[in-house]
């Protein structure tokens, strides 16, 4: 079975400061995917970053990069240079394949409030 | 960029009725996934469609949901008599191949039962 868990409480930045959100994650599969989603108060879920368990390099995009520790199973997410829109909730979230199966377990989340 | 759509928005139901909720995934995706979120809670897998059947089924996706493709471009879930308990945020999403590429979600149905 697969898990992800992000325990930190909610969590508060300065505008145009970096942060990290943690998720950490267990999985006995060889092969696996960790996506982060942001949802803002309007609902939806939109992607932001992928990394894959055999990439070499950590994932980036953007202002977003994701701080990959395989060996430690953590897979944290940071956002430099925050700006007010980025006041969101964010899920860590594991792909588990199985055959011609694929579907995400999500973390419980985190709520992102950016200061002025 | 291409974008998973769903309607409606928002449904308030009485308890006891049909629901049915749309999505039109993106068209040249194999995969399609219903997701759902309970207010303030994570979001839940409840099933996967490949091939036009049913590839995988979360212990949600009990007898009162089905799922259904009924053309080349909708995908539907149909919740046949509704519980208060399924008041949530229903999200569709599809992808290319098993996932790697990504997952693309709609922005959401918000389901209450009343």
């Known amino acids: 079975a697969q898990k992800i868990t992000q325990t930190q409480p909610g969590m508060f930045v300065q505008e145009k400061e970096a942060v990290t959100l943690d998720c950490t994650y267990d999985t006995s599969d060889p092969s696996y995917g960790l996506f982060w989603y942001k949802q803002p108060s309007s609902g939806e879920m939109i992607f932001l970053i992928y990394q894959g368990s055999y990439d070499q390099q950590n994932a980036t995009e953007g202002r977003y990069s994701l701080n990959f520790q395989k060996a430690r199973k953590s897979a944290n997410l940071v956002i430099s240079a925050s700006q007010l829109g980025d006041s969101a909730m964010y899920f860590c979230?594991?792909?588990?394949?199985?055959?011609?199966?694929?579907?995400?377990?999500f973390g419980k989340g985190i709520t992102l409030s950016v200061r002025p | 960029e291409p974008e998973v759509t769903q309607t409606p928005s928002h449904q308030v139901t009485q308890m006891g009725q049909e629901v049915i909720l749309r999505c039109v995934p993106i068209s040249n995706h194999l995969y399609f996934y219903w997701y759902r979120q309970i207010l303030g809670q994570k979001v839940e897998f409840l099933v996967s469609?490949?091939?036009?059947?049913?590839?995988?089924k979360s212990e949600i996706f009990d007898d009162q949901f089905s799922v259904e493709r009924p053309d080349g471009s909708n995908f539907t879930l149909k919740i046949r008599s509704t519980k208060l308990e399924d008041s949530a945020m229903y999200f569709c999403?599809?992808?290319?191949?098993?996932?790697?590429?990504?997952?693309?979600f709609g922005s959401g149905t918000r389901l209450t039962v009343v």
């Open positions: 999403a599809s992808s290319e191949d098993f996932g790697q590429s990504g997952y693309t």
């Open positions: 469609f490949y091939n036009n059947e049913i590839s995988e």
């Open positions: 979230a594991m792909l588990g394949v199985t055959g011609a199966n694929s579907k995400l377990t």
